[in-house]
């Protein structure tokens, strides 16, 4: 249920090693606990981080059909105010969707384009249990796309495809591959 969209760009070295902002996008039905638990992770293994006012959701991304929200509109919303040298990720409880092959509307837990500007994460499909500690995966799983990295086929990884499921409690961090990836992009991790 997690997802990601390839987006094609040419990237030099130089642009690979420079340092971004990260900006936390709540939107207005994330609770405090859940924005301060996933920034906070966030923190953690990235410390440029800031956290925005929390909007509402654009009008054009809710799809009245399922009572859910569209995540491509979400991230393309988020993406054109996502200046240069900043990466945006929204946040929200509410239920998001993606069109996964011939379903239009496919529930998900989270989306980013790889490489891109923008993701989203939602904590609407995950469990009560440990719900915060799960939303935070979910968050580092798409800031890690918008990074440029692929699904990974380690179980444990953070970066694991959902394939239509919820595995967040069997992940426990970004494998050795993933986070050598990410330290080349200036994220910081105690040991790999």
């Not at 293994?45 to 509109?73: C, G, H, M, W």
Request: aromatic content about 10%; charged content about 30%; overall charge positive.
């Amino acid at each position: 249920m997690i997802s990601c969209k390839e987006e094609k760009q040419n990237v030099t070295k130089t642009e690979q090693k420079q340092a971004i902002t990260i900006l936390v996008q709540p939107f207005r039905d994330v609770t405090p606990q859940s924005l301060k638990t996933v920034t906070e992770g966030i923190k953690k293994v990235y410390p440029n981080v800031q956290v925005l006012e929390a909007i509402d959701f654009p009008k054009n991304t809710y799809y009245k059909e399922r009572n859910r929200y569209r995540a491509d509109s979400i991230i393309k919303f988020l993406s054109e105010r996502t200046k240069e040298g900043f990466v945006t990720i929204g946040l929200t409880s509410k239920d998001i969707s993606a069109t996964r092959g011939r379903i239009k509307d496919f529930g998900i837990m989270g989306l980013g384009y790889r490489p891109g500007k923008a993701c989203v994460a939602s904590k609407f499909r995950l469990s009560k249990d440990n719900t915060d500690e799960q939303f935070y995966k979910i968050a580092i799983h798409e800031l890690g796309h918008t990074q440029g990295l692929p699904h990974c086929p380690e179980k444990m990884c953070f970066m694991r495809d959902a394939e239509g499921k919820n595995p967040t409690n069997e992940e426990t961090d970004f494998c050795k591959k993933c986070k050598t990836f990410l330290m080349n992009k200036n994220w910081k991790f105690s040991s790999i």
